[in-house]
């Protein structure tokens, strides 16, 4: 995801500019897996904004809908890109129960379940239990 894609989507969302959401929203896009607030302090190293401005930050770009808290079932909050997601539907994750990693399976569809008379579906998120590609090339 090169730089302008993120600051495009910023601005289709209409967020300003800034340091901390460029590079928060870029880290989220390019993990590929749900982030903490603390892993996302690591991955921008020693230049991380503080731990007041990456909350914040994680606020505003979840309050225009880019961001979102991941449904892993953790108790530590996990952030994500939500541009895969529709309202009624989270993208699958999918741990591996060898290296225990959890990644977004954000090219994986799934139909939404129908249910009994009386309820009614506000959202639906998949966790799948497996294998990864990384452990079961390792054998
Ligand atoms: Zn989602
Ligand atoms: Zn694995
Ligand atoms: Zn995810």
Redesign the pocket.
Known sequence: MSNSQVSDLLRQAGLRLTAPRERILQSLLEAGAPLTQEQIAERLGASAPNKTTIYRTLMSLAGKGLVHRAYLGERTWHFEPAHHCSQHQCHPHFT?T??R?TRCMTQVKAPLLALPKGYRLERQSIRIEG??S??TARK
Request: net charge positive; glycine share 0%.
């Open positions: 591996c060898r290296c990693k294998v990864c990384a452990c």
